[in-house]
């Protein structure tokens, strides 16, 4: 379960972003501090899950409709080609525990991680 987090007051409104994509369960806005050409943030609207692997037992379509805005937003802001990363936890640099996917693309080192 995410506790209460930034992404969660994104979702609730209380923090304005530029919505990039939305859909009934999952939006897409730009990452604070990009990391890419384009470095989008691709979030379930529900709290309930704080990182990849609960998503993916609790909700496997709700983890297929985020990869299936990702690729429509690398459509849309590169060239299709995308690289989509899911920090899970701590140890592996996660710092926000409502599940996200970090959409990097646009003039990709190729082979780079
Ligand atoms: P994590 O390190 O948890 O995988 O990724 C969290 C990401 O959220 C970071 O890349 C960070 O730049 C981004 N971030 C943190 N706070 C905000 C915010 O208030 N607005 C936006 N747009 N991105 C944020």
Known sequence: MA???I???IVAGEIPVEKLAETERVIAFPDIAP???VHILVIPKTTEYADVTELAA???ALLAEMVEVA???ADEHADGDFRLIFNNGAGAGQT???VHAHLL???LKE???
Do not use: E, N, W
């Open 96 to 98: 926000v525990f409502h």
């Open 3 to 5: 506790a209460d987090t």
């Open 111 to 113: 082979g780079s991680l």
């Open 58 to 60: 609790g909700d496997p």
């Open 71 to 73: 690729k429509r937003l």
């Open 35 to 37: 990391q890419a050409p």
């Open 105 to 107: 693309a646009g003039g």
């Open 7 to 9: 992404f969660g007051k």
